[in-house]
């Protein structure tokens, strides 16, 4: 009797725990479902919800960040201060280098989400300098420490006040100056850079990393948006806005500065293929542009620890010095 007691008790306890996992494998796919049906709502329906999707400015990474200690994150010799812009002060950065001599000065553009303490961003700032950089970095209107709500007119305006900084601090050097952007930085970069070509005072080069062709197609491309890309009404209400957004492709015809295009092949958040299809646009435009294909699984955000990149860096510096 005892044996076939506790027979049954198993058998009861394997059926318990059977019902429970399928139970909670249910909920769970119902409460994934309904928070994707939430969020596509909010999407079609609110244009607010749709910029900050694509801006991203309220994810403040890392969390509770002290910007007026940059050495909590491993950075010395930082200058923090605010920019005064349209928009109310902007947080800033300028981490100088101690290389004698220095190689020229960098205003890096960083692409959605987080701040200037995030640490991809820190780790390539560090690189920069150990290469000889002086770097600006900011946070757009809206992020990290910086008033106002992102715009693509307004994060471009804010670029503007921050180049004419820099601008001001590198003249008695006479050292070159060069605009890097990240991501969505990228669209930044190329639209600060067309208004310097059009005002005949252009960077000496431009530099775009995992870049995209446009913010529609990054967009379609996007891993969190394929399952709303399904969608019959997805162009019609959700990404309406971004087909006319950020159009990289199109206002690079108007860079005529060196360009730098560096992207990893295993990039998961903006694909391989519209950093090339920008690289391509670029060409017909006969621009002077240099395409760099990394292939060292450093996806979207790792590329400043590729074992290439000052090569790469040196290898362009030479190409800008012949303009």
Same mark, same amino acid.
């Given at each position: 009797?005892?044996?076939?007691?506790?027979?049954?008790?198993?058998?009861?306890?394997?059926?318990?725990?059977?019902?429970?996992?399928? @139970?909670?494998?249910?909920? *769970?796919?119902?409460?994934?479902?309904?928070?994707?049906?939430?969020?596509?709502?909010?999407?079609?329906?609110? /244009?607010?919800? /749709?910029?900050?999707?694509?801006?991203?400015?309220?994810?403040?990474? =890392?969390?509770?960040?002290?910007? *007026?200690?940059?050495?909590?994150?491993?950075?010395?010799?930082?200058?923090?201060?605010?920019?005064?812009?349209?928009?109310?002060?902007?947080?800033?950065?300028?981490?100088?280098?101690?290389?004698?001599?220095?190689?020229?000065?960098?205003?890096?553009?960083?692409?959605?989400?987080?701040?200037?303490?995030? *640490?991809?961003?820190?780790?390539?700032?560090?690189?920069?300098?150990?290469?000889?950089?002086?770097?600006?970095?900011?946070?757009?209107?809206?992020?990290?420490?910086?008033?106002?709500? =992102?715009?693509?007119?307004?994060?471009?305006?804010?670029?503007?006040?921050?180049?004419?900084?820099?601008?001001?601090? %590198?003249?008695?050097?006479?050292? =070159?100056?060069?605009?890097?952007?990240?991501?969505?930085?990228?669209?930044?970069?190329?639209?600060?850079?067309?208004?310097?070509?059009?005002?005949?005072?252009?960077?000496?080069?431009?530099?775009?990393?995992?870049?995209?062709?446009?913010?529609?197609?990054?967009?379609?491309?996007?891993?969190?948006?394929?399952?709303? *890309?399904?969608?019959?009404?997805?162009?019609?209400?959700?990404?309406?806005?971004?087909?006319?957004?950020?159009?990289?492709?199109?206002?690079?015809?108007?860079?005529? @500065? =060196?360009?730098?295009?560096?992207?990893?092949? %295993?990039?998961?958040?903006?694909?391989?293929?519209?950093?090339?299809?920008?690289?391509?646009?670029? /060409?017909?435009?006969?621009?002077?542009?240099?395409?760099?294909?990394?292939?060292?699984?450093?996806?979207?955000?790792?590329?400043?620890?590729?074992?290439?990149?000052?090569?790469?860096?040196?290898?362009?510096?030479?190409?800008?010095?012949?303009?």
């Amino acid at each position: 009797m005892g044996y076939e007691d506790s027979t049954e008790d198993k058998v009861d306890g394997d059926y318990s725990l059977g019902r429970i996992i399928k @139970t909670s494998l249910k909920y *769970s796919i119902a409460a994934i479902l309904s928070t994707y049906a939430f969020f596509g709502t909010l999407m079609c329906i609110s /244009r607010d919800f /749709r910029n900050a999707v694509l801006f991203l400015h309220i994810v403040n990474v =890392p969390l509770f960040a002290n910007f *007026s200690k940059p050495i909590d994150y491993g950075l010395e010799n930082v200058d923090n201060f605010y920019l005064e812009g349209e928009a109310g002060k902007l947080g800033s950065w300028f981490i100088q280098s101690k290389s004698d001599p220095i190689r020229g000065f960098i205003l890096y553009l960083h692409g959605n989400g987080g701040t200037r303490a995030t *640490s991809h961003r820190v780790g390539l700032y560090k690189k920069l300098t150990q290469f000889g950089f002086h770097v600006l970095v900011i946070d757009y209107r809206g992020f990290g420490d910086s008033d106002g709500y =992102p715009t693509e007119e307004g994060v471009v305006e804010d670029s503007l006040l921050a180049w004419n900084w820099m601008k001001d601090r %590198s003249v008695a050097s006479e050292k =070159p100056m060069f605009i890097w952007g990240h991501s969505l930085g990228t669209g930044v970069a190329i639209q600060l850079s067309k208004q310097l070509c059009d005002q005949g005072s252009p960077p000496d080069g431009l530099v775009l990393e995992s870049p995209f062709s446009n913010a529609y197609d990054a967009a379609k491309t996007h891993p969190l948006a394929k399952p709303y *890309s399904i969608l019959p009404f997805y162009d019609e209400y959700m990404v309406k806005e971004l087909k006319f957004a950020f159009q990289n492709d199109k206002w690079i015809q108007n860079v005529t @500065t =060196p360009i730098l295009i560096i992207h990893d092949k %295993s990039d998961h958040i903006v694909p391989f293929k519209l950093g090339r299809k920008l690289c391509l646009a670029a /060409r017909n435009y006969s621009l002077d542009v240099q395409c760099v294909d990394i292939d060292e699984k450093l996806y979207h955000k790792y590329i400043y620890k590729s074992k290439r990149l000052e090569e790469i860096i040196r290898n362009f510096e030479v190409r800008t010095a012949k303009k």
